[in-house]
């Protein structure tokens, strides 16, 4: 049994492009900063938590970039200098980045 979309109606994993539209809708916000100690730190906000899912985002950025990380309050905060690479992961996940 497919899951129904709360918000359209359609069975998520084939009608409904909700999570599509959502992603291309995200004002994604990529920077390094740095933070004590001189450690960089790759900063992404900008994700609307209600429509994507943060934590599921940060795992997989994490395991691609092979680097330490958190996902809270919307945004996702990486260990390292990555926004290049970030950039292109989002984009390849659908993000309008
Ligand atoms: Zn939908």
Excluded: Y
């Amino acid at each position: 049994m497919s899951e129904i979309c709360p918000q359209c109606g359609l069975p998520k994993d084939t009608l409904c492009v909700c999570e599509n539209i959502a992603k291309e809708e995200q004002r994604i916000k990529i920077r390094a900063i740095k933070r004590k100690f001189g450690k960089i730190m790759t900063i992404i906000e900008g994700l609307d938590p209600k429509v994507i899912n943060i934590k599921e985002l940060a795992k997989k950025l994490k395991s691609k970039l092979a680097c330490g990380g958190t996902a809270k309050d919307g945004v996702i905060e990486l260990q390292g200098d990555h926004i290049t690479q970030v950039k292109e992961e989002l984009k390849k996940e659908g993000f309008n980045v």
